[in-house]
Structure formats: C-alpha cells, structure tokens
C-alpha cells in the first residue's frame, strides 16, 4: 500500500453499517409515534393545547396502568382476559367503604388492591398448578367476578363518596391530573421490577423459554403465580382510579379494558410468544392508542371506524412483531 492509499484510509476510516431493520425494530414504536404525534398536531389547531394533552393522559393512565401488570403476563407468554372485570369488583368493593363517615380513606383503596392481587393469585396458581392454559383459566376468571360484581351490587352502581376518595381519581396537584401520577408511580414500580431485579430476569427467562428456565433453576410456579398476582393488582388498583373518576362504583365498569391493555402492549413492541417486552415500550403503545383516539375525535371520525383503526394498529404490530423476530 503506498503513502496515498495510507493516508486516505486514515482520513476515511469505514463507518460500521447498522441495517436499517434493526433500527426500525428497535426504535419502530417511538418513530411511529413521533410521526402520529406530528400528524395530528398539524391536522388540529387544539390537538396541542395544554388542556387537550393533560386530557389524553388523564384518559390514558387507566390504559396505562392496566397494561403496565398486562406487560409481565405477555412476557412471560401468557395472556390475562379477566383485568376488565377485575377493575369492575375492585371498583364497587372500593366504593362501598368510601362513603361519608364510613372509614379512612386507606380502607377503600385497600379493599380494591387486595382483591385485584387475590384474583390474580388465584388465577396465576390455577394456571401454574393446574397446568391450564391461561386463556381458558382468565376467561373463567373474567365470567365469574363480572357476575360478582353483579351479584354483590344487585346490578346497581354504588354513589355517595367521601371528597378524599373523588380526589384519587378527579383531583390535581400542581396542576397535574392525580391518575397521571399514579400512572407514573405504576411505571415506575413496573420497570424497576422488570429491568432491575432477578424477578425481571426471570420473567424473561420464562418467556424465552419455559423449560430451559426450570433447568436452571428459576422457580416459574413461583413466578408465574406472581406475574398474574401483580397484573391482578394493577387492575384493583385501576378499578379505585376509575370509580374515583367516575364516582361511581359501576358492576359494569371496565368494559374491553383488556383488550386495550393487551393492545397496547402488542404495539408497543411486546410479543405474544414471551420473552421480548419492555414497560417503556408498553407506555408508548398506550399513548398511541389514546392520542390517536383523542385526535380521531378532534377530526370528528365516527367512534365505530376508531375500532377498525384500532383492530388494524394490532394487526399490523403482530406481523411487524413476527418479521422481528426474521431479522434477529
């Protein structure tokens, strides 16, 4: 090689080349977003005011929160039907000790947490030990506390709350609706759990594959029975926010918040296969789901085609999901 052929070499070193499907992979979801977030703003004059944006995350945070515990299930490749109805008992549960005079303000808000977490124990033991599929066991779960709902409020919506437990989920703080900061608080405990801890790696090694996991030692009855356990208690705690929203404790409540919740984190980039999924990306596809709904209504679309958007956004992070998986 002679002294030009050296030198130039030296001033142009090779750049390493990064595939562009792996960066559309790894950063897909946060580029969509952008892209939609950029959309709407331009196609609404209101889209970006201060009160619309605070609106879409108040909205969002149910979604959010539900979807947070919904994270754990899918990663470890199993699904939860039964948060929807569990938002709905924990809701009347919560309401019932809420009134005026009644109890401290601690007591509703536990009886709803305690419940979600009870019902997801019994589902993550049922499927752990049972050796049932986890479709089958949470769809039973789902039929059975919606008709507990039903059965414990004779079909009637509980009302007359106490100001402290109507603040939960309609008050503010800084100026800040309170369900974004318990929706903060969701996130923040979620991936602390599932990028920090032994528990987290645990889960991925169960998604990743089940019986390897249980050769090398992970406990999966132990952490099955708590991923559903914690989903389980994500909902209850949902189902508080909601009712203190609403004020009212609905038997009703929380329909198809299971399917946002599972929707939200298929497209935030969480496989149904297990063992890929993050609680960041998971907030994304929440919040993609809620701008999209708020900006759809801003542009006046019927809320029967915001369905159909929304059944193609999940089809359409399936197929992205499995062309993932191509590329690694």
Do not use: C
């Amino acid at each position: 090689m002679n002294l030009t052929q050296t030198t130039s070499a030296t001033r142009h070193p090779e750049l390493p080349r990064v595939p562009v499907r792996r960066v559309l992979a790894k950063y897909g979801i946060y580029i969509a977003f952008a892209v939609l977030f950029a959309i709407l703003s331009f196609s609404s004059p209101s889209f970006l005011s201060v009160q619309n944006i605070l609106n879409v995350l108040r909205q969002t945070s149910l979604n959010g929160i539900i979807a947070v515990g919904m994270t754990f299930v899918i990663i470890t490749g199993g699904i939860d039907l039964s948060v929807g109805a569990i938002v709905a008992v924990a809701a009347v549960l919560a309401t019932s000790y809420a009134h005026p005079g009644a109890y401290p303000i601690v007591v509703p808000v536990l009886m709803g947490l305690v419940f979600g977490a009870l019902a997801g124990f019994i589902n993550g033991f049922t499927i752990a030990k049972g050796n049932i599929a986890p479709f089958i066991v949470t769809l039973g779960m789902m039929t059975i506390v919606r008709g507990t709902a039903l059965v414990y409020t004779g079909g009637r919506p509980i009302i007359g709350l106490t100001d402290q437990y109507k603040w939960i989920g309609g008050g503010y703080w800084l100026g800040i609706p309170a369900p974004v900061y318990f929706f903060l608080l969701a996130v923040l405990i979620g991936h602390f759990l599932l990028a920090y801890t032994k528990f987290g790696r645990h889960v991925y090694a169960i998604g990743g594959n089940e019986q390897a996991a249980r050769v090398s030692g992970v406990k999966v009855h132990r952490i099955i029975i708590a991923v559903y356990t914690l989903a389980g208690l994500f909902a209850g705690f949902a189902g508080v926010v909601l009712s203190s929203r609403v004020m009212t404790g609905s038997p009703v409540a929380g329909l198809g918040y299971e399917l946002d919740a599972i929707a939200a984190v298929v497209i935030g980039g969480t496989s149904l296969s297990g063992g890929v999924g993050s609680i960041p990306g998971t907030i994304v596809g929440a919040l993609i789901i809620g701008f999209m709904s708020n900006g759809l209504d801003l542009l006046n679309v019927s809320s029967y085609y915001q369905q159909i958007v929304k059944g193609m956004i999940i089809i359409v992070a399936v197929l992205v999901d499995q062309k993932n998986k191509q590329v690694k």
